[in-house]
């Protein structure tokens, strides 16, 4: 049972460009959500999180929205750059205390071309 | 550089066979997770040890055990090891409040042949 879906595997958008990645979730219980970079031999880095409290959280050229009622979170990218070519992956937690654990989805490969 | 590190960062061993992967949280981090990623997977959680505690449990195989020593660092112990878990598995850390706020190390790449 996929409780966070990312439908899209790649997407690939031009440099200055808006890139906007897509994430589901089914569970109404997760209060708390989280988008994460991963480059190839790394480990997943945090990028930027909103509380299921509001509907936007911005961060410098980063903007997560979550529209609760579709189930449904975005990031959005602008202007894209080539460093920001990776794969994105968004998560999803129940609480935010000492028994948190993350549910991801399985995540899109975002390409910037020049 | 996230603070967490993680060794070894490859492995490669035959099935039947038992491994220790090995994780150091943050400094004062008191929160660490295990998650396996597979073959064009998202990251699957596996366990995690709060303190030194057992706090909360995934999807972990009974042939997969973990621990949290009294220094914070973590083993996760892998054994009778099968082609299917070859895997990328990751640690990662939070402090103690905030759980949902995960820090990664750069994995530890098991290969099974």
């Known amino acids: 049972d996929q409780q966070v879906k990312q439908n899209s595997p790649s997407l690939s958008v031009q440099e200055g460009r808006i890139s906007i990645l897509n994430c589901d979730y089914t569970?109404?219980?997760?209060?708390?959500f989280l988008w994460y970079k991963k480059y190839p031999a790394e480990g997943p880095t945090f990028l930027i999180s909103?509380?299921?409290?509001?509907d936007k959280n911005e961060d410098g050229r980063f903007t997560v929205f979550l529209n609760k009622s579709a189930k449904h979170l975005s990031l959005h990218i602008v202007p894209s750059q080539p460093g920001d070519s990776a794969v994105y992956f968004c998560?999803?937690?129940?609480?935010?205390?000492?028994?948190?654990?993350?549910?991801f989805g399985t995540g899109t490969r975002l390409q910037v071309t020049l | 550089d996230s603070g967490v590190t993680q060794t070894p960062k490859h492995l490669i061993t035959a099935t039947g066979q038992r491994v220790t992967l090995r994780c150091s949280p943050r400094?004062?981090?008191?929160?660490v997770y295990w998650y396996q990623q597979s073959l064009d997977q998202g990251l699957q959680f596996l366990i995690q040890?709060?303190?030194?505690?057992?706090?909360a449990k995934g999807n972990i195989l009974e042939r997969f055990s973990a621990q949290q020593f009294p220094d914070l660092h973590s083993e996760l112990n892998l054994s009778s090891l099968e082609l299917g878990d070859s895997a990328l598995y990751f640690c990662?850390?939070?402090?103690?409040?905030?759980?949902?706020?995960?820090?990664f190390g750069p994995g530890t790449r098991l290969t099974v042949l």
């Open positions: 990662a850390s939070s402090v103690a409040d905030r759980g949902h706020e995960q820090f």
């Open positions: 569970n109404s219980m997760f209060d708390y």
């Open positions: 909103i509380s299921s409290i509001k």
């Open positions: 400094s004062g981090d008191l929160s």
């Open positions: 040890y709060y303190n030194g505690e057992e706090r």
């Open positions: 998560a999803a937690s129940v609480g935010t205390g000492t028994a948190s654990k993350l549910t």
